[in-house]
């Protein structure tokens, strides 16, 4: 599934169409920039491929929340959150060649392709990064597959820990759900990545997303009910 068909094929000339800014108060903003104008940058920079797999999940939690959709991220071994991918070699592979390789050591049954490209950022630092993001819609039984096939991957127990499904709900408490694993650690991009995808696939209504990130700027209350309702 192209998961940005609006963008249409690659440019050769002319202008280039704006790519979309997350929006979200709280959250740096990455400098956006097209797959065509990442392909230009010279020797200097590095590339990073990373991937949100996601299909949509028709369950209720507690019989009354609805789920929306089960989005995959990664338990790494240091300890932070981030999609499965990985630095590509562009001297020797394209970014969907890279990105394959590394996913078939992560979960080792899925394959993406350039339908799949979904944006390019500039990342912050000292590092010439350009971090590319990929989403690919499943069935809830193709990803459930590969929630089972990344058991029993290369890396599962070394580099990456576990597979996590990010719960897309905020509970009344304003923290349960979504809020409080924001306030989780981590990596790189991902973060933005995560927010950046649910809002541009419209998974979660921007102000919802804004409302969660807020939430986590404000201190924590002690959970009393954790079957509460979804706000």
């Known amino acids: 599934v192209g998961t940005m068909a609006a963008m249409g094929p690659l440019p050769t000339m002319g202008t280039l169409p704006p790519l979309p800014t997350l929006g979200v108060p709280g959250v740096p903003e990455l400098k956006p920039l097209t797959r065509y104008e990442a392909m230009r940058l010279g020797p200097g920079w590095s590339h990073s491929c990373h991937a949100m797999l996601y299909a949509p ?24 959150l981030g999609f499965p991918g990985g630095f590509v070699d562009r001297r020797y592979w394209s970014l969907e060649d890279g990105l394959n390789r590394v996913l078939g050591l992560g ?76 306030a989780n650690s981590f990596v790189g991009t991902a973060k ?27 201190p924590k209350k002690a959970a009393i009910d954790h079957s509460g309702g979804a706000a």
């Open 107 to 182: 979960l080792g049954c899925v394959r993406l392709t350039e339908a799949d490209y979904l944006c390019s950022h500039l990342t912050e630092g000292p590092h010439r990064v350009v971090a590319h993001f990929y989403a690919r819609q499943l069935t809830l039984e193709e990803l459930h597959t590969i929630e089972i096939s990344a058991v029993h991957s290369r890396d599962h127990g070394m580099e990456v820990m576990g597979m996590v499904r990010v719960p897309l709900y905020t509970q009344k408490d304003r923290m349960g759900g979504l809020p409080n694993f924001l």
């Open 57 to 80: 999940n028709p369950g209720m939690l507690f019989g009354r929340i609805p789920l929306r959709y089960a989005v995959l991220m990664q338990m790494r071994f240091d300890g932070l």
């Open 192 to 218: 933005f990545q995560l927010l950046f995808a649910l809002k541009i696939l419209n998974m979660v209504p921007e102000e919802k997303l804004a409302e969660a990130v807020a939430a986590t700027l404000r």
